[in-house]
């Protein structure tokens, strides 16, 4: 081995604080600090770039201060390469895997060189072993692990926005965008190819253009911690596309970046964010903190389970060889212990300091509330967060489940945090495929879910509503698929959920039925026009707009190509639903009675003759408490602007139109009586031109309105 052991270099004891290694240019060296509270002995491991199977340099960290090892080491700077071997016992069955023949990952690192590749000696047991992970593995995983670099973390930031709180953007204004690095620009052939499917593809001005068009406010990144394709997808020669697998929580993922793995894919992140910024545009990105990619008592050991198995995962109590998983994926972060919780929130300051994001979605947020096989919304993370100068003042999003017991967690996270209402998606997508439901259901999550989420202080925008997300189908195939197709991932179209509650609207998938067409066009306009009548924070699918299709693939978590990649080549019908749905988008924003701080009373206010809001029957008449209970396919309401109940920042009373919604998912034509006034169409999910008699209402007038339309009707006279 060409490696030698520090005698000469002037190591000096270094400081345990902060946590990681950190570069101080003005004393020419870096500082190594990492956290093990069972280990017996750690290396630091340098590399070069040209060898990295062995180390140039091996350095033991002999100071240690309580559970924290650390020391500095001059002469060194950013781009240098650097891991670590941590000694202790390997005694599984206690939960201790330590293993000194397993490089691992800084859980601190800035940035990381690329990715893993998979060797059994990536394990920490004998693979094949009649044992298992009883076993122990004595081969070296050097050569095979990625490496953590040291970072140069200066920036010149002038995203005013950031910094200045007026000009950041309310949650009651926001339109979230669901947007994945690659897929967004892979195909973008008016980009240069070098920074298509890159961070900087995102920040080109083309993207930010389009996205300032469309009427976004916000782009929800999805994962960008540094993850792994894991072993089982490779082999099947794919990839893990969306990114739900780290192995870090501080490292930008560099296979996003266009110039390099050695720090630069920090810079090219910085750019990206401060781009958005001066562009108006905020940035959230979605996070994984309840598990790793090493997976279950038979995974590799990269990082976290190397270094401390003990303290960084959930163990069963009565056998501490096994994990307990209440993500699905072999293994949960163990966020009950002071020293996890501390990486935890240190992370997420980092990318809102550091990185300048705005805002956190969290994946499967139920499992950071774990208490064994408890969830309590009480725990020292979410009192961490709420307190905390800097976390308290970001968006907070919570994907509001996990798989364990218990884990359905909808309406009960902290009034400071907005929920993914699954509710709402499931509740809109059955009513629009023809089910009859209480009328008082579809109410409530037209209005933003006020028997979820009313009380605690909690307002509307608690609920983030969402007709599709990553997760499942496209708005596209959600019209056009009855069933997943989801052969392509190599699971036997096994994977992903079996219940969808889509219509294909009479044919599967692709079909030249002009009636069909029109039918599913039709409705991916009803979606749109109920989403951005609702109350609560909008969040589209980023290429439902573009009518992206995943070919009926509900779970293309692994499909790094043409099924997931946006298509930009629009022929004329997607370029009209584009339009739609740009206009759409920005109807909404200029209007604030669609999106209401407060929620609706459904009573007079300001001795005001009108109520604030009143849901109505076909015959025009207020519906009473046997229909308001009772299922329908068909729903009316009134959002009475002159009744708003809010004011604005400089303390003046708000006031709108007025709106008359009508959707009716019946499959047969419908006569419905106007309400008092003279009524303007606004907006509509009719693909033919408008009627006269359907354009100016009068009051108290009937008119038959279609099978499975949505109408916004404008009172232009009282």
Not at 224 to 242: A, C, S
């Amino acid at each position: 081995m060409s490696f030698y052991r520090s005698r000469d270099r002037p190591l000096r004891p270094g400081e345990p604080f902060p946590l990681g290694a950190n570069w101080i240019e003005s004393e020419d060296g870096v500082n190594f600090s990492i956290f093990s509270e069972n280990a017996e002995k750690i290396e630091l491991l340098l590399y070069t770039p040209s060898n990295q199977k062995y180390p140039k340099e091996v350095i033991e960290l002999k100071n240690r201060t309580g559970d924290i090892w650390h020391t500095f080491v001059p002469g060194l700077g950013p781009k240098q390469l650097y891991a670590y071997r941590v000694y202790g016992p390997y005694k599984p069955e206690m939960g201790l895997r330590f293993n000194p023949h397993k490089v691992l990952i800084d859980p601190y690192a800035k940035a990381i060189n690329g990715n893993v590749i998979w060797n059994d000696a990536l394990f920490g047991y004998k693979i094949g072993d009649q044992s298992q992970d009883l076993s122990f593995d004595e081969r070296d995983s050097s050569e095979f692990m990625p490496k953590s670099v040291v970072i140069d973390p200066h920036f010149d930031w002038d995203d005013e926005s950031f910094y200045n709180r007026e000009k950041r953007i309310p949650l009651k204004d926001t339109v979230i965008y669901e947007v994945h690095v690659k897929g967004f620009t892979k195909q973008r052939l008016d980009l240069p190819e070098n920074i298509r499917g890159t961070y900087s593809g995102l920040a080109s001005t083309q993207m930010i253009d389009y996205l300032k068009d469309l009427g976004v406010t916000t782009v929800e990144i999805m994962p960008v911690f540094h993850f792994i394709d894991q072993r089982f997808l490779v082999e099947k020669g794919l990839v893990n596309y969306w990114g739900y697998d780290p192995i870090n929580f501080f490292s930008p993922e560099c296979r996003y970046s266009s110039l390099g793995c050695l720090g630069d894919q920090v810079l090219e992140f910085k750019k990206m964010v401060n781009e958005l910024h001066n562009a108006g545009i905020e940035v959230i990105i979605d996070v994984v903190y309840n598990h790793t990619a090493e997976g279950n008592h038979l995974g590799p050991t990269l990082s976290f389970r190397g270094i401390d198995n003990l303290a960084y995962y959930m163990l069963q109590p009565d056998n501490k060889r096994y994990y307990l998983d209440f993500t699905g994926t072999g293994n949960t972060l163990n966020l009950s212990h002071p020293r996890v919780i501390q990486l935890v929130l240190d992370s997420l300051r980092y990318w809102v300091t550091e990185m300048h994001v705005d805002g956190f979605r969290f994946d499967l947020a139920a499992a950071l509330a774990r208490e064994l096989y408890n969830v309590n919304m009480l725990n020292t993370f979410f009192i961490a967060i709420q307190q905390d100068p800097i976390l308290s003042q970001v968006k907070l999003i919570a994907e509001p489940w996990d798989v364990g017991p218990g884990g359905y967690q909808v309406g009960n996270f902290p009034y400071t945090w907005a929920e993914w209402n699954g509710r709402y998606r499931d509740t809109i997508r059955r009513f629009w495929r023809g089910e009859a439901l209480p009328y008082n259901e579809i109410a409530n999550r037209l209005l933003g879910s006020p028997d979820i989420y009313l009380g605690n202080n909690k307002t509307p925008f608690a609920s983030i509503n969402y007709i599709t997300s990553h997760d499942g189908f496209t708005l596209e195939d959600l019209v056009s698929y009855n069933q997943k197709h989801n052969e392509a991932n190599g699971f036997d179209n096994k994977d992903g959920m079996n219940e969808n509650y889509s219509w294909n609207c009479g044919a599967e998938g692709p079909t030249n039925d002009n009636n069909v067409i029109l039918c599913r066009e039709k409705q991916k306009r009803n979606f749109m026009i109920t989403l951005f009548v609702s109350q609560g924070v909008p969040m589209i699918l980023g290429g439902d707009e573009l009518s992206r299709t995943q070919r009926g693939n509900n779970n293309a978590f692994c499909q790094d190509n043409e099924i997931s990649w946006y298509d930009w080549n629009l022929d004329e019908r997607r370029v009209k639903f584009l339009e739609f749905v740009r206009g759409l988008i920005h109807f909404y924003r200029a209007h604030p009675i669609f999106r209401r701080a407060k929620y609706f009373q459904g009573k007079k206010l300001f001795g005001m003759p009108l109520k604030d809001v009143t849901f109505l029957n076909i015959d025009g008449r207020e519906v009473d408490e046997k229909i308001w209970n009772s299922p329908t396919q068909t729903v009316a309401f009134i959002l009475e602007g002159s009744v708003m109940d809010e004011i604005n920042e400089y303390g003046e009373r708000i006031a709108d139109d007025t709106f008359l919604i009508i959707l009716n998912a019946n499959p047969n034509n419908i006569k419905f009586k106007f309400p008092k006034g003279k009524w303007e169409l606004v907006v509509s999910s009719h693909l033919r031109d408008i009627r006269q008699e359907e354009r100016i209402v009068d009051s108290e007038r009937e008119l038959e309105i279609e099978s499975r339309t949505a109408l916004v009707y404008r009172r232009v006279e009282l």
